[in-house]
């Protein structure tokens, strides 16, 4: 017993240690690329919305001095390069990214260049998914959900037939009266052409292969419940077939995110908002389950994007397309005090909806316990870090 002891208080070995330190590396490291490729994916999908805007803005006359990718302050900013009267930026915090058009030049703008540029971010939001989509259709085929085995999932206890014949739970069927099992109907079929007969069935039990012989009962039934095994194939589909499932899939999408956006605002559903903490975990998930997984996020996340740009509220697209129109309808601009209040009340908003989402992420991830002090954590730094830019706000009222 003492040797025993002894031998259980030994430290584990080097080799163990280190085994152990791979696998653990090798689990932060997975979790870690996943999250990376989220927020560059996330990134990246900011950029091309305004790189739409950007696009269109220069076709419609209008000036765009800075494209920033990233977000951060002006003495943050590395200037990449200057090509067609833009100054391209790279700034430090990945999430984001601005274009900043000239306002003379805007306003000196037809209607229609003016509500182009405004509606081209969310456009190349949904485009985005429809080429993702193409590309992996036409490349790796259009995935289909197919029947790998059909199994029993579980036993009668009214009908004792199958169990006293010696069927047992999770036995996949191979075979019934020689017909290869690849519906679930085909073993209710033939049951049902079988009554009071003898029927053989070939199983694989834990990877045994026996024969079982039993008779149905005067209505075809032998006390089973059939389940399936399902698993994900990829069809081969030509050019064209691929680019219409891109755009059935992106319609589907943007139908189910549509209908989403529209429960959050009637107040339902509103513990499943994320913010930018969840999206980057959950995308690390699906970027780390494969290449579908993570198009199918890049997809959606693009999407959500587009959907949520064109909200009519002020700081958004669609609220900058509901003031042009009612420009164009009054003949003149709203006030920079009406203008003012707008954005000012939508930020707020926000910023609100933001701190719901981030209590909702760290619900999941720290536990109600931690929570709560961690999101007036985060608030304090907010108010901390807005003190220069309202000071500076104040100083250019006064």
């Not at 939508?346 to 991830?365: C, E, K, Q, R, S």
């Not at 002090?373 to 901390?384: D, G, M, N, R, S």
Request: charged share 15%.
């Amino acid at each position: 017993m003492n040797e025993l002891v002894m031998k259980m208080g030994k430290r584990p070995s080097k080799a163990v240690l280190i085994v152990a330190a791979v696998v653990l590396a090798s689990i932060v490291s997975a979790k870690i690329f996943g999250m990376v490729t989220t927020l560059l994916i996330l990134s990246a999908l900011i950029t091309l919305h305004e790189f739409g805007h950007w696009m269109v803005a220069r076709i419609s006359g209008i000036d765009v001095p800075i494209f920033s990718v990233g977000l951060g302050s002006a003495n943050q900013v590395k200037v990449m390069g200057r090509a067609f009267g833009t100054e391209f930026q790279l700034r430090p915090f990945p999430v984001g990214g601005f274009i900043k058009p000239d306002d003379q030049s805007f306003a000196r703008a037809s209607f229609t260049g003016r509500a182009a540029t405004l509606a081209a971010g969310p456009a190349m939001n949904l485009l985005i998914p429809v080429v993702l989509f193409f590309l992996l259709f036409a490349i790796k085929g259009v995935p289909e959900m197919a029947v790998k085995d059909v199994y029993l999932s579980d036993l009668s206890s009214s009908v004792s037939t199958a169990a006293a014949a010696g069927l047992e739970k999770g036995d996949i069927f191979l075979a019934v009266e020689g017909v290869a099992i690849e519906k679930p109907e085909q073993i209710v079929r033939i049951m049902e052409e079988h009554k009071l007969q003898t029927v053989a069935l070939l199983v694989n039990h834990l990877g045994q292969t026996k024969t079982i012989t039993l008779v149905p009962n005067s209505e075809g039934k032998i006390g089973i419940a059939i389940g399936v095994h399902a698993e994900q194939v990829f069809k081969e589909v030509s050019s064209g077939r691929a680019a219409i499932e891109a755009f059935s899939q992106t319609a589907s999408l943007t139908e189910q995110t549509l209908g989403m956006y529209g429960q959050l605002f009637q107040g339902e559903n509103l513990d499943h908002v994320s913010s930018v903490v969840g999206i980057v975990s959950e995308g690390g998930k699906q970027v780390n389950g494969g290449l579908v997984a993570g198009i199918s996020f890049a997809a959606m996340l693009s999407i959500a994007l587009a959907v949520l740009n064109l909200i009519p509220l002020p700081i958004l697209d669609g609220g900058q397309l509901v003031l042009l129109a009612l420009e164009r309808y009054r003949g003149r601009p709203l006030t920079d005090t009406v203008r003012g209040y707008l954005i000012a009340a939508t930020v707020v908003f926000f910023i609100g909806l933001f701190f719901l989402a981030l209590y909702n992420d760290l619900l999941v991830m720290v536990g109600n316990f931690w929570a709560v002090p961690l999101v007036v954590l985060a608030l304090c730094a907010l108010f901390y870090y807005s003190l220069p830019f309202l000071a500076k706000l104040r100083a250019s009222k006064s």
